[in-house]
């Protein structure tokens, strides 16, 4: 059984560009949350998706997107990307109703 | 401001020792309390989970305690090995979906 899978892995892009980052969650679960953690900092939760729709969000401007497809995968897009997005990208997925989330091993995000 | 405060941020052991991280969280009013580790580079393995209404977890080595009242949460882990060699978070969930984390305790456990 897959655990929650990230693609991909690492990725180097420059100021202004756009990027795309993609989890598959653990297989059954309904449910994707997504975190940014800057280096030597804990994740901050960035937004989740249930149903094809995001049904919560941090305090994160709306550079930052996402979607859900019907079965379940997600992605992350930033827009204009600015040397603080520098970061890891986690992807966590659960089961609507339970508390425990099964994280991904992230994408390393490197802006120029 | 809700916060989760994580001391101390790195910590150094000999294998066999008995440790205890500490969190501490600003706002007593909290749904749930869980302990993550996470290995460089990697994503969060969850450890415990304590519900607002709970004292403590455990889990082989691992036990966790929760003080609402004081605003702290503990992690004991038993007779340290390398293995355990991690970064430890604290993530705290203040009344809604969103977790709180902390920034971690860098651990070492040494041969």
């Known amino acids: 059984d897959a655990g929650v899978t990230q693609s991909p892995t690492h990725l180097i892009k420059t100021r202004g560009q756009q990027v795309t980052l993609r989890c598959s969650p653990k297989s059954g679960h309904d449910t994707v949350s997504w975190y940014q953690q800057a280096l030597g900092q804990g994740p901050q939760f960035i937004f989740q998706y249930y149903e094809e729709e995001e049904r919560q969000r941090g305090n994160f401007p709306d550079r930052f997107s996402g979607h859900q497809f019907p079965n379940y995968s997600s992605e992350l897009n930033v827009n204009a990307l600015l040397l603080g997005d520098s970061a890891l990208y986690l992807c966590a997925s659960s089961l609507a109703g339970e508390e425990t989330q099964y994280f991904g091993p992230g994408t390393r995000l490197l802006v120029l | 401001k809700q916060e989760v405060t994580q001391i101390p941020a790195a910590l150094s052991v000999p294998e066999g020792e008995n440790l205890v991280l500490n969190c501490s969280f600003t706002?007593?009013?909290?749904?749930?309390l869980q302990w993550f580790r996470q290995d460089p580079g990697k994503g969060l393995t969850s450890l415990l989970l304590i519900q607002s209404s709970q004292r403590e977890q455990t889990s082989g080595r691992l036990n966790a305690s929760l003080d609402k009242s004081s605003g702290r949460s503990t992690l004991y882990i038993a007779a340290s090995q390398p293995g355990d060699s991690a970064t430890y978070l604290c993530a705290v969930r203040f009344g809604s979906y969103i977790p709180t984390f902390g920034r971690g305790t860098s651990l070492i456990v040494h041969p």
């Open positions: 706002d007593s009013a909290i749904y749930n």
